[in-house]
């Protein structure tokens, strides 16, 4: 069975070299959704009873371990130094230096990395991340699936 939790952040970004408008400084409204495949849970009485994971503990996670760090941050790549020098110039600015130019790919690819640490399968129903799905707009997303990247 997969369950999918959607969470929308705040965030900015440059995409240094690339050939249009996202080489300028600029924000999107993201939106992530995290899949978790697992087995229903059927132990009677359990709060999860019926359930994968509760959607509310799938949000809790993703904000604890992800989206607590990139909701209003700037992404920015570690070899656009000017701008990382900038940043850090900045008292306090909640930056997120990654190790690649921050396109939709490569933010799901990270949000991929962290997340699949931080689902366990707590509940002995082998749970686990199976997709993230990251939306940079309402039409433009890229996903990292497991085994496919
Ligand atoms: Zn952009």
Redo the contacts with the bound molecule.
């Keep these: 069975m997969l369950i999918t939790r959607r969470l929308e952040f705040d965030a900015g970004?440059r995409?240094p070299h690339h050939a249009s408008?996202?080489r300028h400084l600029?924000g999107?409204r993201y939106a992530l959704e995290v899949t978790l495949s697992g087995d229903i849970i059927t132990r009677e009485g359990a709060p999860e009873q019926g359930m994968v994971m509760d959607f509310a503990e799938v949000r809790a996670i993703a904000w604890r371990h992800l989206v607590q760090a990139w909701d209003h941050a700037f992404f920015v790549y570690e070899k656009d130094t000017a701008l990382v020098a900038f940043l850090n110039s900045l008292p306090g600015h909640k930056t997120v230096v990654l190790g690649a130019p921050p396109t939709a790919e490569n933010l799901a690819l990270e949000a991929f990395r962290i997340l699949d640490a931080a689902y366990r399968d707590v509940y002995g129903n082998h749970l686990r991340l199976e997709r993230v799905r990251l939306y940079?707009t309402p039409s433009c997303w890229a996903e990292a699936v497991r085994g496919q990247f």
């Design positions: 970004h995409i408008q996202c600029h999107h940079e």
